[in-house]
């Protein structure tokens, strides 16, 4: 599933924009999620909530939080997501590569650019995704690590805890997943014999417990072992360049 945003303040152009991502999707018969947003803010509100996308289509000009600043603030939480810029202002293309933007499509888009720019990212994303792989039932699953929220283990049983609410389960050591994820892209932290966080869907940090953020937006308490809170609170410090995340 290609989890796409389409960030424009010209609901016309966003359902133009969306329609074509599902004509090229058919096509190439790759499974696709849209969201619309009118406003960088808001796409930024969602993204510190949780929410995670593949591919972000994004606008230069916009009111509230213009398609720089917005990207700015994307960066600083999810660097894999591709942004593709679709703008008639060319003059700010000097300023879109401190945000590592994909491709710049200009207004009005040619159908075939986009049709390229769009496989161009489906071919990115499926080099760059990697999956965690784990046997249950007899059956060899994967899922994508950026999706792992986190992993919880009970009575020899690991639960995965998805962006999307799902659950998935296999029989297992803690232990173990700790160090094949160790030596991934992905930062987990080990905040507790029965927990292993990702990194980015950590929302905040108290003395005893973090908070992370699911994809549907809602959140979730998980505590720190007191043998633990001083490691967790200096990875966290050395994976935020030197910023801690407290309440």
């Known amino acids: 599933m290609l989890r796409i945003a389409v960030c424009d303040d010209d609901k016309h152009f966003t359902g133009k924009l969306e329609e074509m991502a599902r004509r090229e999707a058919a096509k190439t018969g790759t499974s696709i999620d849209t969201e619309v947003y009118s406003d960088g803010a808001t796409l930024v509100a969602d993204i510190e909530k949780g929410y995670r996308y593949d591919l972000i289509f994004l606008d230069i000009e916009m009111e509230k939080v213009n398609g720089i600043n917005a990207a700015r603030q994307i960066r600083r939480i999810d660097r894999s997501a591709l942004l593709i810029y679709v703008s008639g202002y060319e003059q700010y293309l000097k300023e879109l590569f401190e945000v590592e933007p994909f491709r710049f499509l200009s207004k009005p888009v040619e159908e075939a650019k986009f049709q390229k720019y769009f496989r161009d990212a489906c071919a990115r994303i499926g080099e760059t995704t990697t999956y965690y792989r784990f046997s249950f039932n007899k059956k060899i699953l994967k ?85 633990r809170v001083k490691a967790v609170r200096a990875r966290l410090c050395d994976i935020a360049g030197g910023k801690a995340v407290e309440e």
């Not at 994820?181 to 992905?186: A, F, H, P, T």
């Open 143 to 227: 899922v994508a690590i950026q999706d792992i929220v986190y992993f919880e283990s009970r009575n020899r049983v690991v639960h995965i805890f998805m962006a999307n609410g799902s659950i998935e389960r296999f029989y297992g050591q803690l232990n173990s997943v700790e160090k094949e994820l160790s030596e991934g892209r992905q930062e987990f932290l080990r905040i507790h014999q029965s927990y292993l966080v990702n990194y980015s869907y950590i929302g905040k940090m108290s003395f005893s417990e973090v908070i992370v953020r699911m994809g549907d937006g809602t959140e979730k308490l998980l505590k720190i072992s007191e043998d």
